[in-house]
């Protein structure tokens, strides 16, 4: 099945989202920034992120039902005092929105932004289509000024089938031996995958694409890991002893977001790992852009069993463990250590 005009619905609707983070990366306030239930942070760009995917989505592709499983709502915007935030967003929604030829017809309503981000709460499961959006991927890299992903995937009977990531602050070469930064002008890509065709990158202002592979290497010794850069989001000391089983020689390369995964799908690193601290619950939109988009580059992506992810189940992935992503000619080995060193630590404490 061939999935172009919602590929081309999707890169639009994700590049305005871009260039809203880019703008405001340039000019946070602290007042910009809040504190989520989970203690994790939202800002105003989180919001207008996902308001513009959601509007450009509808309007791009009117005839479908529209279905989207996304991380943000409205509550808080819709609380006493959050008139003023809702009135930011909505004003720089709308400034992106004007100065896009084919949106600038468009003016949004406070009302209009709330329906939109509102869209969002949708259960997602194996029926039917489902977007799902994570409008800043790494809300705290983002703060940083490091890496971050917009990440729209496209659900179909519960299946990944599309799969984009926007990674703004993404060198366009290689960041393999763990430089994040590059020089000013080379920063910025945009990755694709639509089942069955492969993973592209292009750079986010241009429409030029290059097809990209997994780095393939079966030795482990040249084998560079990437994992979480918060603590928080994975235990760093079992990674540590699983790459110490493997022989792993590189120092793991710390970066926020699924930008991993894009960095993966061009082959700057070959092995990922995430091991939430107990009682986390990984959710569909951290991770089913990525997953697509290092699988259609040659790559596998599993929980700590080996199953593969699981995305029909509605708004979370419940697996075994942790996410481990590599090529196919390391995944055997990877996760024979991955298990030895669980059973390790669980006979230790």
């Not at 299946?159 to 393999?176: D, E, Q, R």
């Not at 991770?287 to 979370?316: M, Q, T, W």
Request: hydrophobic share 40%.
């Amino acid at each position: 099945m061939s999935y172009n005009k919602e590929l081309a619905a999707a890169k639009k609707a994700v590049s305005l989202a871009a260039r809203l983070c880019q703008k405001m990366q340039k000019a946070i306030l602290q007042s910009d920034v809040q504190s989520k239930s989970d203690k994790s942070p939202v800002t105003v760009a989180d919001y207008g992120s996902q308001a513009l995917v959601s509007y450009a989505l509808q309007r791009e592709l009117p005839s479908e039902l529209f279905s989207l499983v996304a991380e943000e709502d409205s509550e808080d915007l819709l609380k006493d005092g959050g008139q003023e935030t809702l009135e930011r967003i909505t004003k720089l929604v709308n400034d992106i929105l004007a100065s896009d030829v084919s949106y600038s017809d468009s003016t949004l309503s406070t009302e209009d932004i709330v329906k939109a981000i509102d869209c969002g709460k949708s259960e997602g499961g194996s029926r039917g289509r489902h977007w799902v959006l994570d409008p800043i991927d790494g809300t705290k890299g983002f703060l940083r000024g490091d890496q971050y992903a917009i990440a729209l995937a496209l659900l179909d009977e519960g299946k990944v089938v599309l799969g984009i990531l926007a990674c703004p602050n993404l060198p366009l070469t290689s960041i393999a031996g763990g430089s994040q930064h590059s020089l000013p002008g080379e920063v910025g890509c945009l990755f694709f995958s639509v089942v069955g065709g492969g993973t592209y990158m292009q750079p986010l202002d241009s429409s030029s694409a290059v097809k990209v592979q997994v780095n393939s290497t079966d030795n482990p010794e040249q084998a560079s890991l990437f994992e979480s850069y918060e603590a928080a989001h994975s235990m760093h000391d079992l990674s540590s002893s699983i790459v110490k089983k493997l022989g792993v020689k590189a120092p793991p390369v710390r970066i926020d977001s699924q930008a991993k995964y894009g960095a993966l799908s061009r082959g700057d690193g070959v092995i990922y790992l995430r091991f939430p601290h107990k009682g986390y619950r990984e959710k569909i939109w951290d991770h089913a852009a990525g997953c697509i988009v290092v699988s259609e580059a040659g790559g596998l992506v599993a929980d700590v069993a080996g199953n593969p992810l699981d995305f029909s189940k509605g708004r979370y992935l419940d697996l075994d463990t942790g996410i481990i992503v590599t090529n196919q000619k390391l995944m055997p080995s990877l996760l024979k250590a991955v298990r030895e060193s669980i059973e390790e630590r669980a006979s230790s404490l």
